[in-house]
């Protein structure tokens, strides 16, 4: 069965269809959001809250783009929304709380991330280039996860951000000159060490 056909029984509360969705697009949905979020909980939070809201809202989708782009399209905002409130409370716990009150040193210093897709020889490049991936404006971040860790097409990826082709590309070419500095700033600035 084809996954439009699966939604339209997920629609009409079909809990198996439902089943088969999830386990066709579960493991797409958690590595976009670890890509974006790069912390586990976090990452499985938004793929449980794509899920809901896919069932939530299977009958309000139209059939203009894949079943596939749609749920790209929720992960993508959902992830979005997760950073930006994650974002909130950071800024929140640093105005509440700037230093430990016993080391006088900071509390809230940013976790060490790792991909779980990535190979434990590739794990500090794959960190630093996930920090800096972080640093791109948001919409720069979006296309290049979309593309370059997800392998998605340029048409998939305009669907999903709601822009035209040429948008895309010329965002893709900007996240990957940002890129370029931000990783070539970090290598001449450690290249002393």
């Known amino acids: 069965m084809q996954p439009e056909e699966i939604l339209i029984l997920v629609a009409k509360g079909d809990k198996s269809a439902f089943g088969q969705l999830y386990a066709l697009f579960k493991d797409k949905v958690y590595n976009t959001s ?19 809201e896919v069932y939530h809202n299977a009958g309000s989708y139209k059939g203009g783009a894949s079943v596939s782009t749609w749920i790209y399209k929720i992960t993508v905002n959902k992830c979005l929304d997760r950073i930006r409130y994650n974002n909130r409370q950071k800024r929140f716990s640093f105005i509440t709380s700037i230093f430990n009150k016993d080391t006088g040193s900071l ?15 590739n794990r500090e490049r794959a960190a630093m280039l996930f920090n800096a991936i972080r640093q791109l404006p948001e919409n720069q971040q979006s296309a290049f996860i979309l ?10 990826i305009s669907q ?18 940002n890129l370029r500095k931000i990783l070539s700033d970090y290598y001449n600035s450690n290249e002393g060490l």
Request: negative net charge.
């Open 34 to 52: 670890i890509s974006y979020l790069q912390q586990e909980n976090d990452a499985e939070e938004v793929t449980q809250d794509v899920f809901v």
């Open 107 to 121: 509390q809230h210093d940013k976790p060490h991330f790792e991909h779980p897709g990535v190979g434990a020889e």
């Open 147 to 156: 593309k370059q860790v997800e392998g998605l097409s340029q048409r998939e």
């Open 160 to 177: 999903i951000m709601d822009m035209g082709e040429k948008a895309v590309e010329s965002l893709l070419q900007r996240a990957k000159a």
